[in-house]
């Protein structure tokens, strides 16, 4: 869409709109996903690094929430309503300086998880403010300027400033890190259940299966991105105090296999035609993604835990270092043939095959650490697992897709 000064009538885009692509703008905005998503996978091996393999566990899944339902609230929105003049622009804008301050929160949240005598989440909570407060502000402009889908809009309006106003209650009431856990079931399940009845109920919004297809690929590519980027960056300053070492370049081979290998499974997937094809199976997909982009970003947090324990500065022993890389793997590769299934309504044996065979290469990697091998060798094994469904897939699984894409 061309930019211009002049405000633009926020009536909805064309759902079957064609060409449709990711602006910008909407690109700028997961610039900022990227810090969130690096602070968080840098919080988590920290945690794992010292030994606080449960707590760090926890606050990285609440992490993941947290930013992947930000970018879900825009996205999903932006798909629809996007005008791209100028105050959407400022809008989104305001939007990022959220989620920059989330991110400014994470390391707080992470430490009061592992102290546990009170979760300390304000300064995400005050991030989110932040958000919502521009994000309802479009929802509004929707609202007066579509009244085609105004029930819609509302439901979207009351959810989101309901549970804002509970998760900020809860943010500074003074409740241990468990019972503050178990009190954001309230506003979480309002969260995930906003959005299904407005599209289900209330008409729902006109947003674009392909366009959201590209967003959501393009969130994969950044989160893949940022584990490489921090692994790199790790692993530049063990170089620069010790040297190359074999184990160095296994490291770096293992991280870089495993980006490929992921980036590789993922993209092998027609989502855009699926969700075309089945848009009412949208939430399946939507959601399920939350899945997708933790394990990718556990995984590189993994990575970190085993560039610390080659500078020995891990509490972490070989096979559990070698399982905070392996699990997430093995958890993106299920979850990725779940959705699948899933979404298709099909239950292939071929993908049951290939998911024990990958489980069969991440249980040996284990294996091995825990017999001595170095645990670089044992990361080159882990990435070794997504290579099992690209060979499966070109092989033979290619075949299935075709037959279960006509099926849809």
């Known amino acids: ?116 005598d009170r979760l300390h989440n304000e300064v995400m909570i005050a991030g989110y403010v932040v958000m919502r407060v521009a994000l309802c502000g479009q929802w509004l402009r929707a609202w007066r300027q579509d009244p085609a889908r105004r029930g819609a809009h509302r439901v979207y309006l009351i959810t989101i400033l309901t549970a804002q106003v509970l998760w900020c209650v809860i943010a500074f009431l003074p409740l241990s890190v468990t019972v503050a856990f178990v009190a954001m079931t309230v506003p979480l399940v309002i969260e995930l259940v906003g959005p299904f009845i407005a599209e289900r109920r209330f008409g729902g919004t006109p947003w674009h299966a392909s366009h959201i297809a590209e967003r959501y690929g393009l969130l994969t590519i950044i989160t893949l991105g940022e584990g490489v980027i921090g692994t790199v960056a790790v692993m530049s300053a063990f170089v620069q105090e010790q040297g190359w070492s074999l184990n160095a370049i296994l490291l770096i081979t293992a991280g870089i296999g495993l980006t490929f290998g992921q980036w590789w499974t993922y993209f092998t997937i027609p989502w855009a035609t699926m969700i075309e094809r ?69 239950l292939d044996p071929f993908h049951i095959l290939l998911v024990a065979l990958t489980a069969a290469v991440l249980v040996a990697s284990v294996v091995m650490a825990a017999t001595g091998v170095p645990v670089a060798w044992c990361l080159v094994v882990v990435a070794l697992a997504p290579v099992v469904t690209i060979v499966g897939y070109e092989a033979v699984g290619h075949r299935h897709m075709v037959d279960h894409l006509e099926a849809l």
């Open 278 to 346: 089945h848009r009412d199976r949208s939430f399946l997909w939507g959601y399920g993604h939350i899945l997708i982009f933790a394990a990718i970003a556990a995984t590189g947090a993994g990575l970190h835990v085993a560039a610390y324990l080659l500078e020995d500065h891990s509490e972490l022993g070989e096979v559990g270092t070698v399982l905070s890389v392996a699990l997430p793997v093995g958890a993106y590769a299920l979850v990725l043939y779940l959705l699948y299934n899933l979404f298709m309504h099909v």
């Open 1 to 116: 869409m061309t930019a211009t000064s002049r405000l633009r009538q926020m009536t909805g885009r064309d759902p079957h709109e064609e060409h449709r692509a990711a602006t910008p703008l909407e690109l700028l905005f997961d610039l900022t996903f990227v810090v969130a998503f690096g602070v968080s996978g840098n919080e988590l091996a920290h945690q794992l690094a010292e030994g606080h393999v449960l707590a760090g566990i926890v606050a990285f899944c609440f992490a993941s929430f947290a930013i992947c339902w930000a970018w879900i609230n825009y996205s999903w929105m932006a798909s629809a309503y996007d005008t791209d003049d100028w105050a959407f622009r400022l809008l989104t804008m305001v939007q990022m300086v959220g989620v920059i301050i989330m991110a400014l929160g994470l390391p707080e949240m992470f430490a009061s998880v592992h102290e546990g």
